[in-house]
């Protein structure tokens, strides 16, 4: 089992930056991919940003440019750097961390609020 606490959120004018830190403890050795989800009010659950162990990123559309996913493997932790933050991306920031195996964990999630 692997566990996952996120921090980093928080309340940002437009055009701000945040970066969310996501810790994990547990089976760290057997994650192969560490991804970020949101999720807004009335909304589903969608994907930001993905990393996977052989060092490969995938980024959703609407944050490409904007957000970069990294990992301290000496940590265990992983961050999502978020610049040039818009109201679209009010949410509640979750990471995600995938066994080999399969085995899915989730955060509890953050909250990040940009005002206009």
């Known amino acids: 089992q692997v566990q996952l606490v996120e921090s980093g959120g928080g309340l940002v004018q437009t055009g701000g930056s945040l970066r969310l830190s996501c810790v994990a403890s547990?089976?760290?050795?057997?994650?192969?991919?560490t991804g970020w989800f949101r999720q807004a009010p009335g909304e589903e659950r969608e994907f930001v940003a993905g990393r996977w162990s052989s060092g490969n990123t995938a980024y959703a559309d609407s944050v490409k440019g904007r957000f970069t996913i990294s990992r301290d493997n000496a940590k265990d932790t992983v961050y999502l750097q978020m610049n040039n933050l818009k109201p679209e991306d009010t949410a509640v920031y979750y990471c995600?961390?995938?066994?080999?195996?399969?085995?899915?964990?989730w955060g509890q999630g953050t909250q990040v609020t940009v005002s206009s």
């Open positions: 995600r961390a995938v066994e080999t195996g399969g085995n899915v964990s």
């Open positions: 547990g089976r760290t050795f057997n994650i192969y991919n």
